[in-house]
């Protein structure tokens, strides 16, 4: 009896031996190795309409700044129809322009609501029921036709770029830095249709959006919110003399800029869209990228997808 006794007693410490063991590698697993991708926190999306790949021409030192060792292309690929709605509905949604058949018209006369398809933020709220999610715009459409106006994000609408910045230096200054929010500049657009494509107007505008994305990322700075945030500046499609909609180089160009603390110095391939924003958003929040998504996270983006 005293020899099965010893033999077991044995087997017994080798048994809690094994199960030690596991459940140090468990712990391991989940604390040291899951610990170098966490996720970000917050996602802070700038949108400047018309600006195509037309800040690699005017002098942009915020953006240079920012975004010098990360990731930045002045010309990803736009939508085949160069026009904001069909650009915007690809970036806010991450499926071509074909799929979600946003016009101009369509999204400025029919309000959207999460049964069609969804956006970012749609996405964003289905995965995590209490993201903070916001949108501010000058071009009240895009909140209107393309964010779903039934889940809770908070739609600002603006009248001009100042006060699109004021009102987001203001909501990120006195509150908690959102989920997902995002930013839109519409002047240089405008500017654009009255001025032409390659006017000093046009230009001047674009310096001066370079103004206040350095401000929006100060304000994140002073907060010390930078190390949990993905921030990005994306355009939908750039000008010509007269205007844009056709499929000259310019227009179908479109910068696409990504800094965060996992995102490597890239320039990105040439195959990368404009609407790859829409997954990198969903990949920073944690969030499975949907089938229906055409756009991808580029190759090379992260540094711990490498
Ligand atoms: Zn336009």
Redesign the pocket.
């Known amino acids: 009896m005293d020899n099965y006794n010893r033999r077991f007693g044995r087997k017994l410490n080798v048994l809690i031996c094994i199960l030690l063991l596991s459940i140090i590698g468990l712990i391991y697993y989940y604390f040291i190795v899951n610990q170098s991708f966490n996720g970000y926190k917050h996602v802070i999306i700038i949108g400047v309409?018309?600006a195509g790949m037309a800040f690699e021409k005017v002098s942009s030192p915020n953006i240079d700044r920012i975004f010098s060792n990360y990731a930045l292309r002045h010309d990803t690929k736009t939508e085949n129809i160069t026009?904001?709605a069909q650009n915007w509905g690809s970036i806010l949604t991450g499926v071509a322009c074909e799929t979600h058949k946003y016009t101009n018209d369509s999204i400025s006369e029919k309000t959207h609501y999460s049964t069609g398809i969804l956006s970012i933020f749609g996405y964003v709220r289905k995965a995590i029921p209490d993201a903070n999610l916001v949108s501010i715009v000058d071009w009240k459409s895009i909140n209107n036709g393309i964010v779903e106006n039934d889940i809770g994000v908070n739609l600002i609408n603006h009248n001009s770029d100042l006060e699109v910045l004021n009102a987001s230096v203001d909501y990120l200054s006195k509150n908690d830095i959102p989920t997902l929010m995002f930013i839109y500049f519409g002047s240089a657009?405008i500017s654009?249709?009255k001025n032409g494509g390659f006017s000093n107007e046009y230009y001047n505008t674009l310096e001066t959006i370079d103004e206040y994305i350095g401000k929006i990322y100060d304000v994140l700075d002073s907060k010390k919110q930078l190390k949990d945030t993905l921030f990005m500046v994306v355009a939908d499609h750039g000008e010509t003399v007269t205007s844009?909609g056709g499929n000259s180089k310019e227009e179908t160009s479109a910068i696409l800029a990504v800094a965060g603390n996992s995102v490597n110095k890239t320039n990105f391939d040439a195959e990368t869209h404009n609407r790859d924003a829409a997954p990198i958003v969903l990949y920073a929040l944690g969030i499975d990228i949907p089938d229906n998504f055409v756009a991808k996270v580029p190759n090379g983006l992260f540094k711990e997808s490498n």
């Open positions: 309409d018309g026009y904001s657009d654009a249709h844009h």
